[in-house]
Structure formats: structure tokens, C-alpha cells
């Protein structure tokens, strides 16, 4: 197991590197000499060859790109052009509220989305069943920028129970969680009604009714414990959508994080930073699913056998 | 007549989800097309003495901060999500549906080198590379369309390729090749026909979610840009009024999720009707 | 009185009738073979005498199922389910599918004793280590702890077996048990299935559609077609005196040793399926004796000798003929 891991993390090497060739490449496609996109206007002669020596800027692009790397590798990310710190200390300060709001919308998702899917499998076509698909329709067809708007003009406008954006309080968190999240409930409850149901019909479930069990037990005991694979095999290929979520929250709610940190530095053209929140989401993205492949694989023991 | 009648496209008529939705959807598509003429005002005229006002006989939506109409930029929003969302997707699938094809055809190193590129962006949310593309290419129509376009690149032509690989081993594919015929002859007479239906309705459903996505770059005020009206950016510049003018964000984001969810419906009524449920949906 | 004892069963899934009046008995300590070929209603019989008929969709649409003087049709649901497992007990055809692939196979035996026999942990797995011996399982504690995917299809059968045997079931309905496993291993699990009901004085209702392990196991036999029984009896009588012209053609198909190259024999045409039945006798299509009487007649289930029924239109003719 542990060489399986080891073996996809290197396997991840091939693919990081891809990826930092395309962001990159961003300052050297975007119109303009690529020294102005990285540096103040006004600025003096002296700190722009200071930036074309950190940078390799006169050299060949492929060794720009492997002087960028390396850089990267150190912690350098390069410099803000707006703000004039170090694009890595941003990094460092956003992260922890994204990872805060990820995290918490990933878990919210994940119990409420299997206890609801659960639930519609062992009801089903009962109103539980219905309401349950009503829901997952709405959560997975409603854009969750406007879900997290209506949700700010409804829970933070007018009846005032939280607030309306900013990271002062943990209060804060519940409404971004919870418009990430629901979009993440749908999909994970429409995947774990379906599989339960299609499990059902296997000839292992007619042995166990065949011994006895009731119906509510082998759903919830035996039924679920088969679901959740493929529940697992989806949210490690779909982990990029909290990525996703969570950038497009962070900016509606007026979040401090990666997210928000991006869609600004876009505006303003910003491009250090634009790389820098681009390749660390990236990371975040691929890590993921690494994981989720990681659990899936530890969690049959037909593929735990074939590991060995 | 008889032929129409069995066909899948009316037993999905029949039913209340395909014939409602797809009501909805041509009436909002009529609505795009014939703006000029349906909406009330135009959509750029300010009347600054009548600011953020509440929904009434005049502005049955109420007006914006610059006392512009919201039912006519909402209109006239249409058009531009309608358009970018059917052009992004139409060059998604027609891109990813030749990748796919290829890749799944010709196999061997083709496949795979194609293949590690798709499932690299396939991991990836759609926000995310669109992000990218955006900031390769700058904001405004156009970079809207490409981004979203590359977005959905991956879909399609994992989809494809799928239902290339499903069908290339039957029989009559073998036998078609053992009589002679030529690659794109077998790819086009034989494979495209069958591996197209699942593709083209995935297609259709994939158009929601990039009205979603043009919706989420005009919030970041990252796609079309202003005068040429937006329902992301009107919701935007709603969130300024959020509280004295809610309706210029809720407006638009109705719009949105009427439109999106006729299309979903409008979709699973067709994939029923087909019987391709586990041919579209990898996920 | 029977242990079992079923008369014009009936079951219905939709529209349709699968099985149309079935009728046997049986007695503790024997072991009555259900034969017929596919598609003849067995599995539909088997799932309605354990009460899952709902689970495929179907419903018992008449008759009535005695176990032990308790009527089975109608039963409520929690009854049932203290019988299942416990003095009735399933095995079933694809031992391949039917065990739960993500638990080890011991604890799929324990579950039997915990939940019928109010047994602990420690005596339920001790119970089962037991029965996997009995069963020629070597190394059972071993085994015990695998998992499904580990162990040939022989094996999984008798894990099936010793889940069926794990509640101290009094009725044993066995659907193909070996059905879906190699030649070699299939006279083995035949013979434990055969040693369990002598040793233990349990009663087998045996499935199959191998004329070959009827001959080598069963004391009765029911011939099933097209969902209504032709032929009921000894098995002796049943070799010796087949009554029922289906009956007659099936043991002709029985290949011999010493035959002929080239010379299998087989019945000429198909086993109908639901929607087409013929009327009157349902085998008449196939059958080479058929007269006008048989398109138009369904024939009774009449005794034609001692324990010996027949429902067929001519079988008094051959009987007679054959004293």
C-alpha cells in the first residue's frame, strides 16, 4: 500500500511540471514585455535589471523557465507588483482561510450528502425520497455564486443572523460553507442514492434477506459499506469542484483567501500573483485527488490484495 | 407522421418535464433573438432620477443604480449568455469530439499522449482553467468564449473517445475495415453516427453549466465587459445596492436558474427517452 | 404431517403468472428434487417458499405454503424474517455473487448465529469454525478470516452451505447449488448436501435441472414445465416408469456411458417464456404424443399409482401400458 502511494505521488511529478509550464507561460502570452507585467510602472532602470537577473529575463525561455523552478522550489515566488511584498508571504496568509472553508465545506458535504442520499435509497419513493431529489435538482443546477448572494440577502440582510462578509468571527463561515456545500450535498447524494439502489439489486443483498436481516439493516449496514466506493471514487474525481467553489465563495462573500486573492490580482493584472494562486490551487487540485485515490484504493480489499 | 411519433423527441414532448422545459427554453431563446422588439426599454438608457427603484408598472423589475431598466438589460443579457455559452460549447464539442475520435481510434501513443492531457484538465474545476485562459487572454467576449471553451474541452473528448473505443471492437467495424475501407470512411460512416448521440446531449446539458460559468466570470467582472450587458455583471454591481435594491440581483439570477434548470430537465428528459443514461454521464 | 406442504401455488409478478398451481410435500430426513429446464418457474418456487417474491417484483397470487402447520402466504413480514435464516434456509446458485465481497466470510456466518441463536460473538465464531470443518474446510479458522475474493467457488459454496446450516434450519431450499461450479467439485457438494440431510434429519428441497443428481440424491422428485407440474413421485418410480411424456424425453437426454458418438439427444423446440404459454397443456408444441385435446384441456394432476401423479391427457394410456 505504502509503494502504491509513493508511486502516484512521483507519478504526480510529470503532471506538476505540466502544469507550472502552462502558468508559466502566462506572463510570456499575455501582451507586453513580460518585465512590465511583472513590475511598477516608474520604476528605475536599476530595479528592473535587478528583476531581469532573479528572473533570467535576457536568457532562452526554456532556462527562464527552469530559473522560475528553481525560484519556486526556494519559495520565491516573485514579488506583488500592486502591493510590493513577496508573493509567497500572500500565499502564506490567504491559505489558512481557504483551507478553513474547503475543509469544512468538503466535510459538510460529504456526512450530510451520504446521510441524505442514504436515507432516499432506504425510503424509496417515499416523500423523503422525493424532497431529497428535489433538492439534489436545486443544488446541482443553481449557480452557487447567486445561491451564496440570496443567501447573504436572506440569512445576513434581513434577518440578521450572520454577517454579511469578512472572516471576523466563525459565524462568518456558516454561509459560505453551506452555499459551497450544498452544491457538494447534491452531487454526493445523487451518487450515493444511486449506487445504493443499484447495489441493491445484487445477488449478495437477496442472501442476506435470505437470512433474516431486515431490510433497514441491510441497507444501512451492508448496502451503504458498498456505496460509499464509488461516493469515494467520485469525490476524488470531482475534488477540483470545492477548488472551484471555493474561489468563486470567497469573492461573493468578500473572503480573505486564495480565491478572492486570485479573481483581485486578475483584475489588477498582477500576474506574480496570478501565478502564484493559480499554482498553488493547482496543487491543492492534484493533492486531492491523490488522496481520494489513496482512500479508494485502501478501502476495497479485493484492490488492497492486488497492491501487496 | 407515424416516424415522428415514436421518435424520442416526442415521447420527451409528451411529458411534463420535456414539453414545459423546452417551452421555456424557446420562449427565453425567442425572447434573445427578438430583444429589440420584446423589451421595453433599451438597455443602456439611464434615467438617473429614477435610481434603484422597486419593481412597478413601468419597471415590472424594477430599475439599477443608473435607473436602467432590469427586465431589458435582463433581456438583452440573454443574448450575450446564450450566445458565448452555445459558441464556447460548440467549439468544445466539435474540438473535443475530433480529439476523441482520433484518440480513440488510432490508439498507440496518439491515445495516450492525448489522453494524459485530457485527464489533467479533467481533474481541474472549469472555473479554474477558465481562470487561466482569462488570464492568458485578457477579459471581454471573446476570452470569455475561448476560456470556457477549453474548459469543457476535456468532457467531450473523453466522452467520445468512450464511445469510440465501445464501438470500434464490433463486428461490423472489423469487417468494414477487412473490406478495404479507408480510416476516415469507417470513422465518419461508421463510428461518428452511433458515438454522437450521447456527445451531442452531454452537450446540450454541458451549455447550462457554461451559462453558469460566463455568469461567474461576468461576477468577477473578468468576462463581458460593460455596456454590453451581463447577468453575472448586473448581479455584481447589484451587490453595491444589496440592500436598496435587491431585485438587480435577483433578477438576473432567477433568469439564470429558469434557464439552467429547463435546460437540465429538458436533458434528462432526452437521455430517458433515449436510453443513454450510462452513456453520458461518466460522473 | 409434512414438514412441507404446498398446494396450488400461484405466483404472479405483473400481468403475468410464472406459476400456475404447484403442489408438493415433503417429510423431515428427505430430499425432493425440483426439476425442469430454465425458465420453468424453479427459482420463481424456491424465492416464493422463502418469502422474498417482493424483492423481484412478484407476489404469491394463490395457493397456500404450509411449514410445519404455519401458513407461510400471508405471513407478516417479521415472522417471516425469524424463520429465514433460522428453520428455513436458502442456498443459492452463484456462490460466486452471492456472498458480500467487502466482509470476511466467517463474519458473514457469525451474523446467522448472532442474530437467530442469540449466541455471542466468541460462540458464534466458534460455531461457525465448526461448521467449516464439518464441511472439509481445512485450516477452517484460517479460512474463517479470508475474504471472498480469496477462495475457489467450491469453497464459497460451502460457506454458503454452512451460512444456511449456521441457524439449525429444519428446511433447506438448495436453487442449482451446483449449478455454476466445476464437474469435479459438483457430486462433492451434492454428497455433503445428501450426508447433512441423513445425519441431520433436515429436509432439502433440491433444484436442478440435472436428471443426473436427481438419480443421485433425491428421494422424490417434482418435474417442473412452463410453470406447472407435470410429474410428482418416488424416484424410483420416475426412472422406472416415467409417466409424463416431458419427463420421458428428459431422461432420454440423460447422456449414457457406451453411447454413441454424435447420438446426444435433446427435446425438439424451446422452453416458452411467460408471455407466450401455449393454452391447454403447455407442452403440447413439444410433445409427441399431443391430440386436439391437449390445445384445448389443461390436464388435472391425477394419481396414476402409489405416491405417483401425473398431469397429463395420455399418461394413464402409458402408465396402464407399462403395468
Redesign the interface.
Known sequence: MLNYAIKRLLLLVPVFLAVSVVIFMIIHLVPGDPIDNMIQIGSSPEQKAALIARYGLDQPLLLQYGVWLRNLLRGDLGDAMILRRPVFQLIAENLPHSLRLGGLAFLFSTVVGIATGALAALFKDSWIDRSVMALILLGSTLPSFWLGLLMIMVFAVQLEWFPVSGARSWTALVLPVLTIGLHGVALVARVTRAAMLDIGRRDFVLMLHAKGLSHRRIQLQHVLRHALLPVVTILSLRIGWIVGGAVTIEFVFARPGLGSLLITSLAQRDYPVVQGCLLMLAMAVMLGTLLGDLVQAGMDPRVRDNLR | MSAFASSPLWRVLRTWRGGVSLAVLLAIALAAIFAPWVAPYPYDIQNLSATNKAPSLAHWLGTDEFGRDVLSRIIYGARTSLTVAMAAIFGSVTLGMGLGAAAGYFGGLFDRIVTAIVDLTWSFPEVLIALIFVAILGAGLYSTMVAISIAYLAQFARLTRAQIMAIKSETYVEAAANLGSGHLHILFRHLLPNAITPVIVAGMLAIGDAIILEATLGFFGLGVQPPKPSWGAMMSSGTGQIFLAPWTILGPGVAIAIAVVSINLFGDALIEALDIRNRVREV | MALLDVRDLSVSIGALQPLDRIAFSLDKGSILGLVGESGSGKSLTAMAL?G?LP?IGGRVSGGSVRFDGTELVGLAEERY??????RI??I?Q?PM???????RVGEQID??GL??LGLSAAQARARSIELLTQLRIPDAATVHQQ?P??MSGGMKQRV?IA?ALA?DPELIVADEPTTALDVTIQAQIIQILVDLVRQRGLALVLITHDMGVVAQACDQVVVLYAGRVCEGSSVEAIFARPAHPYTQALIACIPRAGQARGSLQGIAGMVPSVSNYASGCRYHPRCALAQAVCQTDVPPLRTVAEHHRVACHFAMQDAASHG
Open positions: 422463502m422474498l424483492l424474517r425469524a424463520l429465514r435464516g433460522h434456509a436458502l443459492t452463484n455473487t452471492s456472498l458480500d465481497s467487502m466482509l451474523q446467522v442474530l437467530h475474504y475474493h480469496q454458503v451460512m441457524g
